[in-house]
Each structure stands twice: as structure tokens, then as C-alpha cells.
């Protein structure tokens, strides 16, 4: 508290502060250690000099020494202007201890004001994001330079408000309406999150029946294999005390991300969700999930998978951008983790999407489905296209061909013939089986081929 800058130039000289901007030390959440930085926006505006960041490499350096998350409360100008190259060498400074730190201990950034320049990158290199609405901008460059270099007329909260970038760039993981919900909320947080990757996540006391049964799961899939219902509802359902910690709630909404518990076991959801875009996988979706997957299997959380997937969204758009790519990411994340996978099939999984959603090819642990699962190439229809395309002026020959095609494929039993699936479960008795199936993967052990990181499609 006591470190003040050097800078001796533009009349800074005699200006100091004691603290230069930063708040630095380290606490207890929940019992547990964390450390912590905030930054005072009423001290040069939070603006970062050398020693304010070496004040945060200080406690960043502790945090991976003693193994607890590391938590920032964002509030900066940027680099510190009176002070020139000192102030980007100490950014990089606190870059490379969040590279360092990166796998190994939880960092989280909390944007709770203006945060320009460099201030944004230190939080894009954590591992979550989160912004206060209406108080909390992120950009690289401010509305005033952005008018000078591209003409564009733009406000700050266009440009890097809450809503910005929780709904059009995905740069934040989450909003909260004010400073002390948004506390209030990373302490809630913190409680699924080990302190590192050599522990594991708390285990919550349960006091949820294991054994409860959920008749409403029963009569969840709609008759209409193409009527859509909310993957949500499943997600509350299983959970302990319906408790889901949703990530990216407001980006790439056909697929869900985030916490729930079982039996007191953190657990992370990775879930189609057939309300948007039938829950196909598009670039968006693949990358959202991708990244989850592999925080997921860093700090050893197991994954829960539910599956409902068209396949992946065809169009100029998807290819043009690069979804083969990014669609590689999350086909990647899945392959390479080796934390517990428990996957369930709840209704279609179709083509490379039933392989990328955390197959048994890709060591799914238990893979389960419900008796409405559909596993093939395709759909019935979009199958019989192609391959009666010469009988397709014969609605009645095609209409008996389609209903050949959903008898021999659209149903989980051709799978789990061949050992693709583990089990067919009962939807109101899913709770307890995935309780179970992560129950016995507790001390799981799995290693991949001795390497110093794989080339995930970046
Ligand atoms: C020194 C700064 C500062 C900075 C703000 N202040 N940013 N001082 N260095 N980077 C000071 C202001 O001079 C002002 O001082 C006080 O903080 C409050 O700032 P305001 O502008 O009055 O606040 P507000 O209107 O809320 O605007 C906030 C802001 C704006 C959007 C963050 O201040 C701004 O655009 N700042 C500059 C952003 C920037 O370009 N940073 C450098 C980026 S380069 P007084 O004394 O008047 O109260 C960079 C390189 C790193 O970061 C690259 C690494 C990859």
C-alpha cells in the first residue's frame, strides 16, 4: 500500500499517491484463499504504471506459489500516458503471469469501469469475464480515437458496454446489474471452481435426493421430432437445488454452458439447446463451447454433455467464416480432455456433431441416451433425398423409404449395438444415473501421449 510511482515528467513529479491506483492483497472467500487486485479509477484513473504493475505480478506470482485463484477488479485507463515504455513493459509483465498462471490456478476478471488500452488484454488472458451493466465499458481504443481512425460515431457502451460484449463479441462471460450483485455473484462462482488444478472443486453438502425422480422429463421431447423445448428445463431438473451457474447466456444461444452441482460435485454443462437454431453447431457455438471444455478439463471439473445437434449449419456464412476451423475446436477440446465425460443423448445427434459431442470415440466415459434418441448420418428426410433421388416424384415410394430409414437409424439401439452407448435410460431416473456415472469416475486417471501442448485449431 504504500508503493507510489516514479514518474517524474509532464508535472507528475510530487504527485503520488501511495497505493499508484492498485489495491492489492489477498483474503478469503467461502474459507478460501484468494488473491485479489483492484484498481482505483479516482488515482490517475486506475491508469497502470510500472510499479502498479508490479504490485499485481507481486500477488499474481503468490497466487500460482500458493495455489488460489486469482481475481481482478478492473477499473483502468490503460497504460499510465505520463510514463511511456516503463508502463507497457509492466503490462507485459502481468500478461505473462496470466500466460503462467493460465491452467494453473483460476483467474477471473471482474470489469467494474472504464477499462481501455491494455487494461483489456490482462482480463482477455483469464479465464472468465465478467462486466457491471451500464457502469463497465472494454475496448481497445476509445470512442474518440475510433472517430479519428475509421470516421465511425460511436458510444462508449456501443462500442464495449455489458451488452456488447456479452451479446455480440462474447469478450465477457456474464453481466450483473450493479457492483454488489456482481460480488455477490463471483463469490457464488468461486464456490464451483477448485483453487487450482491440484485441487478439486468443494464438495457441496447435498441435501437434494439423489434418487430424485423427475416425471416432467418423461414428456419433455416434443412428438414432433422437429418441435423444439428448452434444454434448460434439464438442466434444472438434474441439478442440485436446480442450481445452474450459466455462462455466455446471451452469445450463441444454441449452446449452454456452465455449473450445476450433483451430489454436491461441481460439474461443468456443455448442452445443446434445440430452442435456437435447433441447437445446430455454428462458429460461435463451437468456439463458446471449446473454450469451456477446455477450462473444464484444466482444472479436472467433469463434464456433463447433453445432446440434441442437427449437425453443423451449413451455409456460405458458417464456411466462409470458418467453421470447419472452428467447429475443429471443439471436436479438439473434447478429444484431448481427459477429465470425467458423461454424455446424454436426449434426442437427435446427427452426423460429425454426434461424433464432436463428446462421443464414446472421443472417451466418453458413460454415454447414455433416452429412448427418443435418434443417432445417424443425417435425418430421415435429408437422408432419403440423397439416396432415392430418382423416386422423389413418388411421394408415397418416398414417404415409405423415409419411414424405413427412421425404424433402422433414428433410435439409440443400433448404438448401443455396437457399444457407442452405455445404457438407454429412463428421462425421470437421468438424475440418479448421472449421479452414479460421475460417482465412479471420481478417481479417474487418463493421460494423453507425452507431449508440451497439442495444436488445437486456434
Ligand atoms: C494517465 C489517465 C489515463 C491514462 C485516464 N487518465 N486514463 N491518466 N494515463 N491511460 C486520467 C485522466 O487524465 C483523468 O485525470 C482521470 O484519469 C479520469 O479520466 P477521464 O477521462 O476524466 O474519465 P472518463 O471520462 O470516465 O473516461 C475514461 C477513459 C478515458 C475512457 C478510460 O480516460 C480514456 O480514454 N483514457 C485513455 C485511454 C487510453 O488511450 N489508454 C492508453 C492505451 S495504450 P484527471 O486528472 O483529469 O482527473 C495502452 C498500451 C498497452 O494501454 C498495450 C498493451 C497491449
Known amino acids: 500500500m504504500f508503493v507510489v510511482h516514479r514518474i517524474r515528467d509532464f508535472g ?68 499510465r500516458i505520463q510514463e ?24 477471473i476478471s471482474m470489469i467494474m469501469g472504464p477499462c481501455a488500452g491494455g487494461a483489456v488484454y490482462s482480463p482477455a488472458m483469464t479465464d472468465f469475464t465478467f462486466m457491471v451493466k451500464g457502469t463497465s465499458y472494454m475496448f481497445v481504443t476509445g470512442p474518440d480515437v475510433v472517430k479519428t481512425v475509421t470516421s465511425e460515431e460511436v458510444t ?16 465477457a462471460d456474464g453481466s450483473f446489474n450493479n457492483d454488489i450483485e456482481a460480488l455477490i455473484e463471483l463469490r457464488r462462482f468461486l464456490t464451483f471452481l477448485p483453487s487450482s488444478n491440484e485441487n478439486i472443486a468443494p464438495i457441496r453438502k447435498n441435501e437434494d435426493p439423489k434418487r430424485r425422480i423427475a416425471p416432467a422429463l ?47 460435485q461441481s460439474i461443468g454443462v456443455v448442452a445443446n439447446q434445440p430452442m435456437i437454431l435447433a441447437g445446430c453447431l455454428d462458429i460461435d457455438s463451437s468456439r463458446k463451447a471449446a473454450r469451456f471444455v477446455r477450462f473444464c478439463d484444466a482444472f479436472d471439473i467433469p463434464i456433463l454433455t447433453l445432446v440434441d445437434v442437427p449437425g453443423f449449419m451449413p451455409g456460405t456464412a458458417q464456411e466462409y467464416g470458418g467453421i470447419i476451423k472452428h467447429g475443429a475446436k471443439l471436436l479438439f477440446a473434447y478429444a484431448e480432455a481427459t477429465t470425467p465425460k458423461v454424455t446424454l443423448i436426449t434426442r437427435k445427434a446427427y452426423g460429425g456433431a454426434y461424433d464432436v459431442m463428446s462421443s464414446k470415440h472421443l472417451r466418453g466415459d458413460a454415454n447414455y441416451a433416452w429412448p427418443t434418441a435418434e ?38 439401439f443400433i448404438a448401443a449395438e455396437r457399444g457407442f452407448l452405455d ?28 507431449k508440451k501442448f497439442g495444436n488445437i485449431p486456434l
Do not use: W
Not at 34 to 39: C, F, L, R, S
Not at 91 to 103: I, K, P, R, T
Open 423 to 450: 445404457d438407454v435410460i429412463i428421462p425421470n431416473n437421468s438424475r440418479y444415473r448421472l449421479i452414479q456415472a460421475f460417482s465412479k469416475l471420481k478417481n479417474k486417471i487418463q493421460s494423453n501421449p507425452k
Open 84 to 107: 511511456g515504455v516503463e508502463s507497457l513493459g509492466g503490462y507485459a509483465d502481468v500478461f505473462l503471469q496470466n500466460a503462467l498462471a493460465s491452467g494453473v490456478v483460476p483467474q
Open 156 to 171: 462508449a457502451e456501443e462500442l464495449g458496454g455489458a451488452e456488447t460484449h456479452t451479446t455480440i463479441s462474447s469478450v
Open 12 to 79: 507528475m513529479d510530487g504527485k503520488t499517491i501511495p497505493g499508484d491506483g492498485v489495491v492489492t492483497g489477498s483474503g478469503k472467500v467461502n474459507g478460501r484463499l484468494i488473491y485479489v487486485y483492484a484498481q482505483d479509477f479516482t488515482v490517475f484513473g486506475g491508469s497502470l504504471s510500472a510499479p502498479h504493475a508490479a504490485k499485481i505480478v507481486k500477488i499474481m506470482t503468490l497466487a500460482i506459489q500458493n495455489r488460489a485463484p486469482i481475481i481482478g477488479l478492473n477499473d483502468s485507463g490503460g497504460a
Open 375 to 412: 443417432i445417424a448420418v443425417m435425418g430421415a428426410k435429408g437422408a432419403v433425398e440423397i439416396l432415392y433421388r430418382n423416386e422423389l416424384n413418388d411421394p408415397e415410394k418416398i414417404q415409405k423409404r423415409t419411414t424405413d430409414y427412421e425404424e433402422r437409424f433414428t433410435n439409440p
Open 218 to 264: 418423461d414428456t419433455l421431447i416434443p412428438e414432433n421430432p422437429n418441435l423444439p423445448y428448452d434444454m434448460k428445463e434439464l438442466i434444472l431438473t438434474v441439478a442440485d437445488q436446480n442450481e445452474f451457474f450459466e455462462l455466455q447466456e446471451n452469445y450463441a444461444k444454441n449452446i449452454l454452458i456452465g455449473f450445476i452441482r450433483l451430489d454436491g
